[in-house]
């Protein structure tokens, strides 16, 4: 399967902050990451630039 048919993922690990992304073949996903959106990442940057601590 070719990446531009997979299902692209930009994700944060609940346990160590780590980001990444990566390409599945559906759009399952375990447990272990908080998928991100434009708007989680919007909202931690507002928070860390206020000087707040954003645990998600």
Known sequence: MADA???LYSY???EYGHRGEQ???DD???GGVTLETPKTIADEAIA???GQSNQM
Do not use: N, T
């Open 5 to 7: 048919d997979r299902v």
């Open 12 to 14: 944060k690990c609940a």
């Open 23 to 25: 390409r599945r073949d």
């Open 28 to 30: 399952a996903h375990d």
């Open 48 to 50: 860390h630039a206020r």
